[in-house]
């Protein structure tokens, strides 16, 4: 065989190998259509593999956008760990995306955290799903949801595991638009600017001023669709600190070293004043940012895109936060 063919298959054959390992997860996987109070939602489940006790059941609840049930794979190398401890993870596709009937978009909190409460009666109903222990894990937008999800005490649940969680809507609108305009090298005059802009879109929300008038100040390029808009004016109060007051089970608060969404420090003295010292346990991942990604990938799309097809399983995701989810889990009485 000659040697240029040699140097082409084997790079070659190598890559494929870390794909199929990279892609291929020590869980059982499926999917199931789920009736809730007001759609019919696809929902993904991963189970232990055969001959992994089961111990329980994690429900996760997505952050903001049109999110499919995996978040795009994102989610299977925290439900493979999972897995291995001998928890069922299920998830679904947001109401009008993938297989789920309905729209996201005119859900506000309380509705999202209905949505929560109607997937855990179904797997309380499932005979094949234990859930002597269910734990909540959420990531951004979440942080408004499972707060509700817990003050109803529809459900016992064992453990929050919230990453990223924001406390105030409007304020964590507020930061995270500071921190990108100053990650962009944007001026003073050029931030202020914005700032003003911004300004003006709340006050027409305080107004509940109907989408016409939003659509006159704002550049096209910039402008939210109609169902946006109505989704912000939905939630843009919500705000975490009267939920959190009532939090009676036990919180793992994940934070991101390096997160521009959300205001670390806010929500940790927030969580911190509100909620029982045996309660909380916050920890800050070193050198990550809000979506928890692998540093080394972080700061490029299209590396993590890249990784997100080839090696999502070891590469993807912070190697930390993943080891501390899992070890939550185990240690979970």
């Avoid at 993938?98 to 855990?120: C, F, H, P, Y």
């Avoid at 912000?232 to 036990?250: G, H, M």
């Avoid at 045996?278 to 920890?283: D, E, G, N």
Wanted: with cysteine.
């Amino acid at each position: 065989m000659k040697k240029w063919l040699l140097l082409t298959l084997v790079p070659l054959l190598l890559l494929i190998s870390l794909f199929l390992y990279e892609n291929s997860y020590n869980m059982e996987e499926s999917n199931k259509q789920i009736r809730t109070s007001s759609s019919q939602l696809n929902a993904f489940i991963t189970e232990p593999r055969r001959g992994t006790k089961q111990q329980g059941l994690v429900v996760f609840v997505h952050g903001d956008g049109p999110m499919n049930a995996t978040q795009d794979g994102g989610y299977k190398p925290l439900m493979e760990k999972f897995a291995e401890t001998g928890y069922t993870s299920i998830s679904w596709d947001k109401p009008g995306v993938g297989d789920s009937q309905g729209n996201w978009l005119k859900q506000s909190m309380n509705d999202r955290a209905t949505e929560v409460n109607n997937i855990i009666t179904w797997a309380k109903q499932n005979p094949n799903i234990n859930t002597d222990k269910i734990v909540l894990w959420g990531a951004s937008q979440a942080g408004w949801v499972i707060p509700k999800v817990l003050a109803s005490g529809e459900h016992k649940i064992a453990l929050t595991i919230l990453a990223s969680p924001a406390i105030n809507w409007i304020e964590q609108g507020q930061y995270n638009t500071q921190q990108e305009l100053q990650s962009e090298g944007k001026t003073a005059q050029q931030i202020k600017a914005i700032t003003k802009k911004d300004q003006e879109i709340l006050t027409l929300l305080n107004d509940n001023a109907p989408y016409t008038t939003y659509q006159k100040i704002t550049p096209n390029e910039d402008t939210m669709t109609k169902d946006r808009w109505r989704f912000v004016q939905k939630n843009y109060l919500s705000d975490a600190t009267a939920e959190l007051k009532k939090i009676t089970t036990p919180v793992l608060l994940l934070l991101a070293e390096k997160d521009q969404n959300v205001d670390i420090q806010d929500t940790k003295q927030v969580y911190t004043q509100t909620i029982p010292k045996k309660l909380l346990t916050t920890t800050i991942i070193k050198n990550t940012q809000h979506a928890m990604l692998n540093p080394h990938i972080a700061d490029s799309q299209w590396l993590t895109t890249l990784t997100a097809i080839i090696a999502p399983k070891n590469f993807l995701l912070d190697k930390d936060y993943l080891t501390i989810c899992q070890k939550a889990l185990i240690q979970l009485k």
